[in-house]
């Protein structure tokens, strides 16, 4: 069976955005890279879907900066090893930015929307002393 794929005017309506700002992000985020028909059109995979979506929760209900996006994004590689590969990115990479799931997203998740830094030095140092110790 095929997958399912969308066109740029399809997905930007099931994303509730306009289609400019889908091409936009092909330009921000490298893991986005839709298919292209013969004709050069885009199609957007189930697996794009999940990403935009991701990016869209980063950008629009957290607020961060596209800068900051492409650094949660690029922690979520680190730790999975990949987005664009063929089960990437799953549901789990929506859990990881939207902080709902059972991974605890690197940025700070306050009300206030400011970043703890006493929490990310403490999560550092841990993190710094496995990798000394080798230990889980």
């Not at 922690?75 to 059972?102: D, K, L, M, R, V």
């Amino acid at each position: 069976m095929k997958a399912k794929t969308y066109r740029i005017g399809e997905a930007a309506t099931l994303l509730n955005l306009k289609p400019y700002v889908l091409r936009f992000w092909e330009t921000e985020f490298k893991q986005l890279i839709p298919i292209r028909t013969q004709k050069g059109q885009r199609m957007y995979s189930e697996q794009n879907i999940l990403l935009l979506r991701a990016i869209r929760h980063l950008l629009y209900e957290r607020g961060l900066t596209i800068e900051g996006a492409r650094k949660v994004l690029g922690q979520y590689e680190e730790i999975h090893g990949s987005i664009t590969g063929p089960e990437f990115p799953g549901p789990e990479i929506e859990a990881f930015c939207a902080g709902s799931g059972t991974e605890k997203p690197l940025y700070g998740t306050e009300a206030s929307g400011a970043i703890d830094v006493e929490e990310i030095i403490t999560e550092l140092a841990s993190l710094r002393d496995l990798l000394i110790t080798g230990r889980h």
